[in-house]
């Protein structure tokens, strides 16, 4: 059963900066998109980054210029490094793999931005 892990999140003051991790476990393959997601109180989760390959990456509009995905394809590690930090970026954080039809999710990690 695949197993994706993710780190890195904790209470951090607005403007600060959080690299969050996922790793992959127990599969002999790379997915081929990676991507993080969100989900706020009350709210429905919502795409915040994916990768596809190494180069083709997307960005919600409200992380653009704050947030980097990136991966390491070998290790099936997603990383997502988040800087300027805003209250409203507060959520709990998921870890996406996909190849093909199949999808697998991480159990989460929550960021907390303090005002």
């Known amino acids: 059963q695949v197993q994706l892990v993710e780190s890195g999140g904790g209470v951090v003051q607005a403007g600060g900066s959080r690299r969050l991790s996922c790793e992959a476990s127990?599969?002999?393959?790379?997915?081929?998109?990676m991507a993080w997601y969100r989900q706020a109180p009350g709210k429905e989760r919502e795409l915040v980054a994916g990768i596809t390959g190494r180069t083709s990456i997307q960005y919600a509009e409200s992380v653009k210029g704050r947030f980097t995905i990136s991966r390491d394809i070998p290790k099936n590690i997603v990383y997502l490094q988040m800087n300027n930090l805003k209250p409203e970026d507060t959520a709990v954080y998921y870890c996406n793999g996909r190849v093909g039809s199949a999808s697998s999710w991480g159990q989460g990690t929550q960021v907390t931005v303090s005002a």
């Open positions: 127990k599969i002999k393959f790379s997915f081929s998109t």
